[in-house]
């Protein structure tokens, strides 16, 4: 299968992914993230391993692969081709990229001291502990106990009220002390965790797959310029236009930085 066409499914398959309705389970919208990952990197790794790339002035024709590589024994690359997944490396689009992964990482932080507060399973059980030996929680009980006397087996409906009037209000009593349920907190994690990714889109103005491709093509590149191959010959095959490197060089330290 050819690059483009690897590259065209991937894009479709976003697209589907894009238009489908929320997921009834939080792992089908991981999953769905995970395949697309899974097509770029496939695309950024086929063909054969040896590829280099010449000075060029960046130009391409539309609608071209977003990845270009030289195979083996093929004639050398004149420089990548360029398309609506696959931006042309800039300082203007760097200066787009670096603004969305800063404002990706900031949102993390603040997302994981929330996370960090939510107690696990044990802790949350302690704490459950400490508070049903309080007087408050002493006197929900005997409330819920009241309710409950003199019901008959029958009294199912009774029975059930009552009890969820108990859990109700222990639960309403946990909260301020021990945080959210164990399964809420996994939940809420979730959904915190997908906080970061679109805050960096929002602050780029790029999409997902532009977002991903340009990550994917910064990092060989940075890791071969610092090794001192002067990004001339990568072992995945990426090809680099003069203005895309000349671009890269000065930044580097700094994309690795923040993308480590």
């Not at 929680?137 to 005997?142: L, N, P, S, V, W």
């Amino acid at each position: 299968m050819s690059t483009r066409t690897l590259l065209r499914s991937a894009a479709l398959a976003l697209v589907i992914a894009v238009a489908m309705p929320a997921p009834a389970s939080p792992q089908i919208g991981g999953f769905l993230k995970k395949k697309m990952k899974e097509k770029i990197a496939q695309t950024l790794g086929s063909g054969d391993t040896a590829a280099a790339a010449q000075p060029s002035d960046g130009a391409a024709a539309p609608g071209n692969s977003p990845v270009s590589r030289v195979k083996k024994g093929a004639p050398v690359a004149s420089g990548p081709t360029f398309s609506e997944s696959m931006l042309e490396i800039t300082p203007a689009l760097l200066d787009r990229f670096e603004k969305g992964v800063a404002a990706e990482a900031a949102e993390s932080k603040k997302v994981e001291a929330q996370v960090a507060k939510f107690l696990p399973v044990a802790a949350y059980e302690r704490c459950q502990q400490t508070l049903w030996a309080t007087p408050e929680a002493k006197a929900i009980y005997r409330e819920y106990a009241a309710k409950m006397q003199g019901l008959k087996p029958t009294d199912q409906q009774a029975m059930l009220e009552a009890s969820k009037w108990y859990g109700d209000h222990l639960a309403a009593m946990a909260r301020p002390k021990c945080g959210p349920t164990p399964s809420e907190s996994g939940e809420l994690t979730r959904q915190l965790r997908e906080r970061p990714p679109k805050a960096g889109l929002e602050a780029s103005g790029l999409t997902e797959i532009q977002f991903a491709i340009l990550k994917e093509r910064i990092v060989p590149f940075c890791k071969a310029d610092a090794a001192g191959a002067g990004a001339a010959r990568l072992t995945d095959g990426l090809v680099y236009g003069a203005g895309e490197m000349e671009a890269l060089r000065p930044r580097c330290a700094r994309l690795s930085a923040a993308l480590s």
